[in-house]
């Protein structure tokens, strides 16, 4: 009995390291914003705090100085289902594959890009009249790494099978067959084009120039030497292809 129960002992301690050791392997934005968002999500089901404390509201930020709602607005998908689920998936994989990918090495672009994609869109949700900006900070990410693979092939369910650059508007076709408004989805394409527009279009035209420029402060703050023990997802480890969601591998 003591045996069994040291050996159990030992797999729960191993289970537990080999999860630390991969969760520590996720970039370092990915793994803060994703945790966040699921800690968040987490607060609310267990009753610690309640979506009217977190929702995107200007008239309470504005009069009564409640500036959480800035950055807890991005944090909240909605309780424990589907939606929780489907949101949590998306944010964590293509916001690794753009940090592991073309913001590989250059961790303050990326921050600057986040800060980019929330005061917009922010800015944006003051017309809107959205109370959780997180979905359209995901279909930004979403639009940005799209067009910068615009080769690669997409198996959405195994129903479609489109081109990289179409999954923004086949996840707002697929929000638009669920009977959610599409406001959100437009916010988050809107936003990514202009990140896209103005980091990888206008720059390479003609009397085109680089208008957003990563702050010194962050490079200092966030560029560091890479580990050499660092894992990559398999997505970016294929030489000439890429892993789609349903596992089929384009060369």
């Known amino acids: 009995m003591a045996d069994s129960e040291a050996g159990a002992a030992a797999a729960a301690a191993g289970m537990a ?24 999500t987490a607060a609310v089901q267990l009753e610690f705090i309640s979506p009217f404390q977190l929702y995107f ?18 944090l909240f998908f909605g309780s424990l289902g589907f939606s929780f689920v489907f949101n949590i998936i998306f944010l964590y994989r293509y916001c690794r ?21 929330g005061i917009v869109i922010t800015l944006f949700g003051l017309f809107a009249n959205i109370f959780f900006l997180g979905q359209a900070f995901i279909i930004m990410l979403v639009y940005v790494w799209s067009r ?3 080769l690669i092939r997409m198996n959405f369910f195994g129903l479609l099978n489109f081109q990289a650059p179409f999954l923004p508007w086949v996840l707002m076709g697929f929000s638009l067959l669920l009977g959610n408004s599409i406001v959100v989805d437009l916010l988050g394409i809107s936003v990514g084009h202009m990140y896209y527009f103005l980091e990888d279009v206008f720059p390479n035209q003609p009397g085109g120039r680089k208008l957003l420029m990563t702050p010194e402060l962050l490079r200092a703050m966030f560029d560091r030497p890479e580990d050499p023990d660092y894992r990559p997802l398999l997505e970016e480890q294929q030489q000439g292809g890429a892993l789609q969601p349903n596992g089929e591998q384009h060369n």
Request: overall charge positive; aromatic content about 18%; glycine content about 4%.
């Open 17 to 40: 390291h080999s999860f630390t050791q991969e969760y520590f392997q996720i970039p370092v934005v990915t793994r803060a914003y994703t945790t966040a968002c699921v800690l968040t």
């Open 57 to 74: 509201n200007p008239e309470l930020i504005i009069r009564r100085y409640q500036i959480w709602r800035l950055i807890t607005s991005f």
């Open 97 to 117: 594959m753009l940090e592991e990918g073309c913001f590989r090495g250059r961790t303050a672009d990326f921050v600057f890009m986040f800060l980019f994609g």
């Open 148 to 150: 910068r693979h615009p």
